[in-house]
């Protein structure tokens, strides 16, 4: 719920004469066990996608292929982070509102998350994310 809990990590890399390997496990390289893999593509250019947040999942965001922004705002400060290399990813806890942004061409978002998708574990709302936050608190 606070950004001393956000953290771009390195994934371990293979480098060789044939190309890269970035690798990914659940619960070592990333600090939850993963449930769900999905990925945002064909965004247009420049392009903006709605924020939400969380109430339970965890999510990890690798940039595959381009770049793109996330923003994160944890109901007091807003942060951006710039995603633009397959070798690291950036963590991102539960009750963060985030928004993806400014994608580049063809850029590919992969997201690891720690459950299976629920509807009801989504705050599509900002003033009912920052409601359910002061609860909280």
Known sequence: MSFEQ???IELQTVRDRRGNLS???GGDSIPF????TYWVYDVPGGAHRTGHAFRTQQEFIVA???S???ILDDGSERRRFHMSRSYYGLYVPCMMWRELDNFST???AMVLSST???AADYIEEYEQYCHEL???R
């Open 6 to 8: 956000v953290h771009i």
């Open 64 to 66: 595959l292929s381009g």
């Open 134 to 136: 002061q609860a909280r």
């Open 106 to 108: 063809n850029s590919v």
């Open 116 to 118: 299976l998708y629920d």
């Open 33 to 36: 066990d993963i449930a769900r």
């Open 23 to 25: 690798i990914i496990e």
């Open 68 to 70: 793109f922004d996330v």
